[in-house]
T-cell receptor, first 107, second 113 residues
């Protein structure tokens, strides 16, 4: 079993929909990262959080340390949000990466 | 603001050839990383340099070597390329080793025939 599991693997939605991407992990962590990989391949860090909730524009990230679970929400989704969203957790040593969720937003 | 710059962007090699992937960052970051990304898998750490003058193995170091040339530059070398090393390679940097966001280069798409 992978130490970081993301769901769903693929998600297609209509423009304007509220999007939720989930990340579950099985190890103790000091922080969790959410990143976005554009269709062209570039990777951008979105959030780093160790508790509670963070918001940036239409993106919201939450984490529940007790349940070892994080969610990334996108409000009022737009086709430019189409990308792969990656969760990574910081254990004792190195980042452990999820396989990513591929999101497609249709106009 | 260049951030993290990787060269080349694309490369095709024959089995057994060698090559070096270059990475430079202009953010005065202490830590640098090399990852590979394969279809359906998460990023996997090949090597990292927590600070200038140090390098350590990551999850998948076999077949690779690295050099932290100075604070800015961290290169990845394939001494004898194998088809299993066909992948997309990403260099990243962060301010320090620890809970810091990582900044990524655009990647190098490498094919080994």
């Amino acid at each position: 079993k992978n130490e970081v599991e993301q769901s769903p693997q693929n998600l297609t939605a209509q423009e304007g929909e509220f999007i939720t991407i989930n990340c579950s992990y099985s190890v103790g962590i000091s922080a969790l990262h959410w990143l976005q990989q554009h269709p062209g391949g570039g990777i951008v860090s979105l959030f780093m959080l160790s508790s509670g909730k963070k918001k940036h524009g239409r993106l919201i990230a939450t984490i529940n340390i007790q349940e070892k679970h994080s969610s990334l929400h996108i409000t009022a989704s737009h086709p430019r949000d189409s990308a792969v969203y990656i969760c990574a957790v910081r254990g004792n040593y190195q980042l452990i990466w999820g396989a990513g969720t591929k999101l497609i937003i249709k106009p | 603001n260049a951030g993290v710059t990787q060269t080349p962007k694309f490369q095709v090699l024959k089995t057994g050839q060698s090559m070096t992937l270059q990475c430079a960052q202009d953010m005065n970051h202490n830590s640098m990383y090399w990852y590979r990304q394969d279809p359906g898998m998460g990023l996997r750490l090949i090597y990292y340099s927590a600070s200038e003058g140090t390098t350590d193995k990551g999850e998948v170091p076999n077949g690779y070597n690295v050099s932290r040339l100075n604070k800015r530059e961290f290169s990845l070398r394939l001494e004898s390329a194998a088809p299993s090393q066909t992948s997309v390679y990403f260099c990243a940097s962060s301010l320090d080793w620890g809970n810091q966001p990582q900044h990524f280069g655009d990647g190098t798409r490498l094919s080994i025939l």
